[in-house]
């Protein structure tokens, strides 16, 4: 859709099995999901991506991140986790990154766990 929106799909499938005893046992899982990338500029990023169970016939969970350029090496970041199932945001995560030559500073906030976490990680 040009240079600042892409649309992506995937489809899996996916299946365990094991053997005991001479019988086979196993799972087969499937699933579909789209996500919508939008590259606005430099500072403003975002993604949004949501997952069906075409087996099932039932949404399963989604995804959305934006990532938003402060001043000078400095961004902000949040990723929200819906889950369809239980019908709630299951999970925030909120960023503070900065970079720093070939390292990233990540200062975390997770709303699941209720903990701010501090991580030092190579730049990609």
Same mark, same amino acid.
């Given at each position: ?37 939008? &590259? %606005?500029?430099?500072?403003? $990023? ?9 087996? *099932?016939?039932?949404? /399963? !969970? ?30 925030? &995560? %909120?960023?503070?990154?900065? $970079? ?9 906030? *997770?709303?699941?766990? /209720? !903990? ?9």
């Amino acid at each position: 859709f040009g240079r600042a929106i892409a649309l992506e799909a995937f489809y899996s499938f996916q299946s365990r099995r094991k053997t005991g005893g001479g019988l086979i046992e196993g799972t087969s899982s499937q699933d579909f999901s789209a996500v919508l990338r939008l &590259d %606005l500029s430099d500072r403003l $990023r975002s993604w949004i991506s949501a997952s069906y169970d075409p087996r *099932r016939g039932e949404w /399963k !969970q989604s995804f959305a991140d934006i990532t938003i350029g402060l001043v000078r090496n400095w961004r902000f970041q949040s990723l929200l986790t819906y889950d369809f199932y239980r019908r709630t945001i299951s999970n925030v &995560d %909120l960023y503070l990154i900065r $970079r720093a030559g070939r390292l990233d500073l990540r200062l975390i906030w *997770r709303s699941i766990s /209720k !903990q701010i976490l501090v991580e030092l990680i190579p730049a990609f």
